[in-house]
T-cell receptor, first 115, second 111 residues
């Protein structure tokens, strides 16, 4: 497996624009996580899904953020409208709820810059 | 709410030294605990997963221990090398499979 795949790797956008981040989890994994990392706040869990169902979205900062998981192999995180304070690295991770002996794996992240 | 703390926040050691990184958590009702490494500008790389029924796990020069009752885990690195320089993060995993991270320990191993 190629691991967790995120796209794009880098995104520069103007304030007010819509941004969509994409994630393909490891095949067979049924838990998917979206994290945001900044120097000030470290790693923050935004939302996670089990079996494509959102379980905890309490970390989603505002209504400007939304996440979907239409099927087991794809998820999106959307920010609309984007603001400069959204600039961060966004990570997607996946793991298995069925096999708790398996590790969680992270993608390489999307570095978002909102100007 | 689960809180995870890592001490120290930063550590600098000479090459060859053995070292211990600490991770503590407030809610002992965890399922698993996982240690990660993050290099600057990169993603997180999994190092070790310890299940709640286990006391320790070993991988090469790394040994991680878990004491659920006291809410502690340690990552022991033997014979440290400059290539070990990175940020080390621990994450506790609850029954719902959610990972909660500590703030990390930034390690520098000097040649």
């Amino acid at each position: 497996d190629a691991g967790v795949i995120q796209s794009p790797r880098h995104e520069v956008t103007e304030m007010g624009q819509e941004v969509t981040l994409r994630c393909k989890p490891i095949s067979g994994h049924n838990s998917l996580f979206w994290y945001r990392q900044t120097m000030m706040r470290g790693l923050e869990l935004l939302i996670y899904f089990n079996n494509n169902v959102p379980i905890d979205d309490s970390g989603m900062p505002e209504d400007r953020f939304s996440a979907k998981m239409p099927n087991a192999s794809f998820s999106t995180l959307k920010i609309q409208p984007s603001e400069p304070r959204d600039s961060a690295v966004y990570f997607c991770a996946s793991s298995s709820l069925r096999d708790r002996a398996t590790e969680a794996f992270f993608g390489q992240g999307t570095r978002l810059t909102v100007v | 709410k689960q809180e995870v703390t890592q001490i120290p926040a930063a550590l600098s050691v000479p090459e060859g030294e053995n070292l211990v990184l600490n991770c503590s958590f407030t809610d002992s009702a965890i399922y698993n605990l996982q240690w990660f490494r993050q290099d600057p500008g990169k993603g997180l790389t999994s190092l070790l997963l310890i299940q709640s029924s286990q006391r320790e796990q070993t991988s090469g020069r790394l040994n991680a221990s878990l004491d659920k009752s006291s809410g502690r885990s340690t990552l022991y690195i033997a014979a440290s090398q400059p290539g070990d320089s990175a940020t080390y993060l621990c994450a506790v995993i609850n029954a719902g499979n959610m990972l909660t991270f500590g703030g990390g320990t930034r390690l520098m191993v000097k040649p």
